[in-house]
């Protein structure tokens, strides 16, 4: 298996006394939050405060459990359970009815103008899952950061104000992306990063667990798909991705284009083709 947190260590090392402090943190802004005791004037803000901290505390959880081990240690039942409850708020009825996510609930809670705001914070932490499967804590640790300046405002100010406010909100998006953009890059074209390759050369299809091995949201959709393509004859499966990769190089030669300098192939499929993909892989 692919070690994400030896190929993202680099990024890691420098923040982890930072996040493990800003978890210390929002453990203690969670239990103030969701006191009994809380004033009942705040109680939108409070709720709003305390479901992104347990976001954020069960996405720490997800990281330190989501090793190479993770996916053998639990049935598959098991595992679309907790899939499934990490996106279950946004992924069903309970989107339009009680969804940060959501910017025309967020607006009927916080109001116009907060509304949007309190939103696009919200589906920051949405990211959590992704982040904590990939072990990329640099990426939690900075949105941890700007929870904490959020909620002290929140928590110090009878009307936080919204300009100062949106400045908190906004900083990590106004700040230096250059580093972000170049990750971004690595991770979609670096061969050195072979996470996903390594899923489609090496899992055993026969087992759908490695599905979970993505760390996103695995709905009937690809179960579905992904089992029609077990029972499906390896011929015709090697067909398709030979029909592809015909289809990929036939391209190259309407352009006019010279294939033999293309040193790097992506290849893009949906969750549940990994059986494709794995052909195609060779055939490309």
Known sequence: ???????????????????GNSLNA???????TKSPKRSAKYKKHYDYLTQISQLIID???LEKEFDENYITKYSFDELL????????????????SMSYANPTYCVGVF??????????????????????SYHQIFEMEKYNRVFIDVATSIMNNDKPDYDALRHTVT????????????????M????????????????????LRYLFRYGRYVSENEVKLAQLLQKYPQRKV??????????????????????????????????????????LIKEL
């Not at 499934?84 to 989107?95: A, G, L, R, V």
């Not at 592809?244 to 010279?258: D, L, P, T």
Request: net charge negative; proline share 2%.
């Open 1 to 19: 298996m692919f070690d994400l947190r030896n190929y993202f260590k680099n990024h890691n090392e420098p923040v982890q006394e930072s996040y």
């Open 26 to 32: 929002i453990r203690d802004i969670h239990r103030h």
């Open 59 to 61: 996405g720490d959880k």
């Open 81 to 96: 359970e907790s899939n499934n409850k990490c996106y279950d708020e946004i992924f069903s009825k309970n989107y339009e």
């Open 111 to 132: 109001g116009e103008q907060f509304g949007q705001l309190m939103s696009y914070l919200y589906c920051q932490y949405r990211r959590y899952p992704l982040y904590a």
């Open 171 to 186: 900083q990590p998006r106004r700040e230096e992306q250059t580093d972000d953009i170049i990750l971004d890059l690595r």
């Open 188 to 207: 979609r074209y670096d061969s050195n990063f072979a996470y996903l390759k390594d899923i489609v050369e090496n899992a055993d299809f026969a087992d």
């Open 238 to 279: 090697k067909e398709i991705a030979q029909h592809i990769a015909q289809s990929y190089i036939e391209g190259f030669r309407k352009e006019k284009k010279n294939l033999e300098s293309k040193s790097v192939v992506s290849v893009y499929f949906a969750m549940g083709q990994e059986s494709i993909a794995r052909v």
